[in-house]
Nanobody, 125 residues
């Protein structure tokens, strides 16, 4: 069983930065995909970034250059550094894990079996 616990959300002004953390509890297989998603009420969950067990990351074009996903395996923690935040980045952010061995893709949120409870990010203009 895997448990994910996010932290680091909050309120920030446009142009500001936040770093989200996701503590991972439980056994993570050799091949995994970790991801950050976000969701606004009434809209579909949106992939923000993924990183696999080889350290390869990927982002939607709208996040490239602003968001950076990273992992500290010694601390069993996943991070999301968010810079140049915009009001449209306001959402609940979720950490997720895919242990199926399928390709690591932020578009395939159905592949992710484990989810955290979310942390709210609010960006004001």
């Amino acid at each position: 069983q895997v448990q994910l616990v996010e932290s680091g959300g909050g309120s920030v002004q446009s142009g500001g930065s936040l770093r989200l953390s996701c503590a991972v509890f439980g056994y993570i297989y050799v091949d995994y995909c970790m991801a950050w998603f976000r969701q606004v009420p009434g809209k579909e969950r949106e992939g923000v970034a993924v990183i696999d067990s080889h350290g390869i990351s990927d982002y939607p074009d709208s996040m490239k250059g602003r968001f950076t996903i990273s992992q500290d395996n010694a601390k069993n923690t996943l991070y999301l550094q968010m810079n140049s935040l915009r009001p449209e980045d306001t959402a609940m952010y979720y950490c997720a894990a895919d242990l199926s061995g399928d390709p690591c893709d932020y578009r395939d949120y159905d592949d992710f079996s484990y989810w955290g409870q979310g942390t709210q990010v609010t960006v004001s203009s």
